[in-house]
């Protein structure tokens, strides 16, 4: 009963998730309006990241209604508690972690920075079972860049390194 009453005067978890995620969305949407993404229209009319620009936008959306129902305090006590348990520190890293995939992608691509990223990721969050994260992590981007990279024909990031 007492940690309730300590946690009903701050603000709910919900809010710092959508914070965070309104950053993301706003950041991609923005990014769409690059000269990168000059292409010829489809059909004449509608851009190739037309569709996309939708789905941020419904993302910024809902970021702003997490953010807005984090304020007014709603949601179960035991988010507060559970992200209070984690702690700031771990938060940091993990945010710490999606910064530098942003960067290590874009630097040695999928195939390379993908297992060291996945390993970074399952450390930040505190997964230790080593046996089973490091087989997966070496595995699965090799399964991402055969299956989109080569049957699908999906251009994947291959690292400025390597260009």
């Known amino acids: 009963m007492r940690d309730e009453e300590t946690f009903k005067g701050r603000i709910h978890p919900d809010f710092y998730f959508g914070l ?26 509608v851009s190739t990241v037309f569709f996309p620009r939708i789905i941020l936008v419904f ?68 997964y230790r079972r080593w046996v089973l994260l490091v087989p997966v992590s070496l595995t699965l981007p090799v399964a991402i860049w055969f299956a989109l990279g080569h049957v699908a024909r999906i251009s994947l990031p291959s690292g400025i390194l390597w260009d």
């Open 20 to 45: 965070v995620l309104l950053i993301i969305g706003t950041g991609l949407l923005l990014h769409t309006f690059n000269d990168r993404y000059d292409f010829d229209l489809l059909f004449g009319d």
């Open 59 to 126: 993302w910024v959306g809902l970021s702003a209604i997490l953010i807005f129902n984090g304020l007014r305090g709603r949601g179960a006590t035991e988010d507060r508690t559970r992200l209070l348990s984690v702690g700031i520190p771990r938060l940091a890293m993990v945010f710490a972690v999606i910064v530098a995939t942003v960067i290590v992608l874009w630097l040695v691509g999928l195939l390379v920075g993908g297992p060291i990223l996945m390993i970074a990721t399952g450390v930040a969050l505190g």
